[in-house]
């Protein structure tokens, strides 16, 4: 484990469980669809250096996408590296839907009323 994914663990709450795999292992040891599936399943967020993005759609597999689980760019040579995963953790994410309809989580029922619109009004501002 490098320093900046022991540094992870501490860092925020959204970093539960942590599992660095590298672009080798995931070409061997993540090769079958079976275990892209269990990969995909196992975690709630995927981060990924942003340098290697183009190259992750065919190694992880069409379940990832199915999912809604895409890798979440993070530049690892980044200064302040861990405030770059910070940011990743609190974002929102929206996949573009094929149809007429879309959704936007903007956010939790644990949040107070302004907080609320706030987050809103900032979504809708883009």
Known sequence: MSRNSQH?????PCVMSLQVVGLSKLRTKYESHEAKRQLCSSYDLFLADERIIPSLP??????????????????IKAADF?????AACEATYMTPPNGTCI????????????????????ALKG
């Open 8 to 12: 992870l663990t501490s860092l925020h």
């Open 58 to 75: 065919k190694l992880i597999g069409k379940s990832f996408f199915k999912r809604k689980k895409q890798p979440i760019p993070v530049d």
């Open 103 to 122: 959704s936007v989580r903007v956010a939790r029922s644990s949040m107070s009323q302004q907080e609320v619109v706030e987050n809103a009004a900032a």
């Open 82 to 86: 861990p405030a770059t995963v910070k």
